[in-house]
């Protein structure tokens, strides 16, 4: 028997619940003009446009976002091929009728289109898929049930019979004999080979085993595909939300920086409005001096008051005009110090925030790969000298901040001797220096294992193994 009636429709979704349910025709109102939805104003949906058929088993959906405006009307720049998508989509989990056509970000038949979908949180206490399900059997839409449509029963779940107890059916049920797709024998052929059957059966149950399991290797392969495209998106946001916090930091950084200077340029000016005015008094001083002297020559008893009077007014004055602009100075400093503390404390902030970003990507990245371990993922690099090795995840850190010494540790030699021998197995030629302190350059036998290599002996020739570099000189002297 068929699927029955298939019953287009779309749903919307708040975070993994769904929403709103329509027909697609109503869809379509929507989309031109017709019908606007005020509770999505000024907001970008996510939704799924599904198939359903007459039993309320979805068998297709394809997952996509759409813009409604300030009135609640959608995007009239928006057009995706929903029905196109269906036709061409790859399979995805099974919700009850065996697997779906599924088409989302990470599964998208038309490349320019991935942008406008998205991806289900396939986790089990957040599923989209199974609110997709749940939101069908509630059937809010209406949709007519095909009574006279009869599910296939699953070859795996058949039980074969013994010829000494056959199983009791329903008259519903389609019997072992349907559900394999051959005839009831005839009376003449009664005595089947039991062994026959037995293959039979095995062969339909092996047949059901291995389509079961290939839909959940492409349904674990969907999941590590959205998990990845998540990732990626949270890293982007948390990159750009890094520069953006960064980029703050370095304004107000330049602000105090500016005002700093700014202070700094004030300083300068009042110390040397402070040396003009002791300038000023220094020379005021030498003309009353000056003064003094022409009235001790005139007034000779007046001398000593006078001289006493003026000596007391011009300390008075060079103290008061001192401590005034010793003040000034000491508040400068004080502003200046405080600038500079604040602005180590930011620059502080600013690595911290930074360590926080690097740890939290080192978090996330561990957290991936530890969960695409659990998935029997492995990680393999190749190295000369060693091949192809097989690195466990808790050496993954290790490898990645010091690869040279963990590979000359699985060759069982030190990093310098790793080293030496990489050169000579990439440059096999003789490293020993003429003369005229150019490399000899002679062609080497290759030494493939790092562990028979031996510097100063493996990479020269004949004729320079043994020499030190003095001796190779000196050869090459007496050679002219």
């Known amino acids: 028997m068929g699927q029955g009636t298939i019953t287009e429709a779309v749903m919307f979704f708040d975070q993994n619940h769904v929403v709103k349910e329509m027909m697609y025709p109503e869809f379509e109102a929507v989309l031109d003009g017709v019908v606007t939805i005020s509770d999505f104003r000024n907001q970008l949906v996510n939704a799924a446009f599904v198939e359903i058929d007459g039993q309320l088993m979805i068998r297709a959906a394809v997952l996509f976002t759409i813009d ?61 898929l199974h609110s997709l399900k749940r939101a069908a059997e509630s059937n809010s839409l209406g949709i007519l049930i095909d009574r006279s449509y009869v599910p296939p029963v699953p070859v795996a779940s058949i039980t074969a019979p013994t010829l000494s107890e056959p199983p009791m059916l329903d008259d519903d049920v389609p019997t072992l004999d349907a559900a394999l797709d051959f005839e009831e024998p005839a009376p003449a052929q009664a005595a089947v080979d039991e062994g026959e059957l037995e293959n039979r059966l095995s062969k339909k149950f092996q047949a059901a085993h291995r389509n079961k399991v290939a839909n959940l290797i492409k349904q674990q392969r969907l999941q590590i595909a959205t998990l990845k495209n998540r990732f990626k998106e949270e890293m982007v946001q948390r990159n750009r939300l890094f520069q953006q916090q960064q980029e703050k930091l370095k304004a107000e950084l330049e602000s105090q920086r500016t005002e700093m200077e700014a202070q700094q340029r004030q300083n300068t000016t009042l110390k040397q409005t402070m040396k003009q005015q002791l300038d000023e008094f220094r020379r005021s001083r030498e003309e009353l001096t000056r003064q003094l002297q022409n009235i001790e020559h005139d007034e ?75 998935k029997g993922v492995v990680f393999v690099a190749y190295h000369p000298g060693v091949g192809h090795i097989t690195i466990p995840l808790r050496d993954i850190p290790k490898y990645m901040n010091h690869t040279m010494s963990y590979v000359s540790g699985k060759c069982f030699v030190s990093e310098e001797i790793y080293n030496q021998w990489l050169r000579h197995y990439e440059s096999p030629n003789c490293d020993a220096r003429t003369a005229d302190g150019s490399r000899c350059g002679t062609r080497l036998d290759r030494v493939d294992s790092p562990g028979m290599y031996t510097e100063g002996h493996s990479n020269h020739c004949e004729k320079h193994r043994g020499m030190s570099a003095v001796e190779v000189v000196k050869a090459a002297r007496q050679q002219r």
């Open 68 to 128: 409604f405006d300030e009135q609640g009307n959608a995007d009239k720049d928006w057009n995706i091929p929903l029905q196109h998508l269906v036709y061409a989509a790859g399979l995805g989990p099974d919700l009850g009728a065996g697997p779906i056509k599924l088409a989302c970000r990470s599964q998208c038949p038309v490349s320019w289109h991935q942008a406008q979908m998205w991806d289900p949180d396939m986790s089990p206490d957040a599923n989209h």
């Open 300 to 374: 000779g008893q007046d001398i000593a008051s006078l001289k006493a009077q003026y000596e007391a007014e011009m300390a008075e004055r060079l103290q008061a005009a001192t401590a005034e602009l010793q003040e000034q100075v000491e508040v400068r400093d004080v502003e200046m110090a405080y600038r500079n503390e604040l602005d180590g404390q930011m620059q502080e902030e600013l690595e911290e925030l930074r360590a926080k970003v690097e740890e939290y990507s080192l978090r996330q990245s561990e957290d991936v790969l530890e969960d695409l371990s659990h």
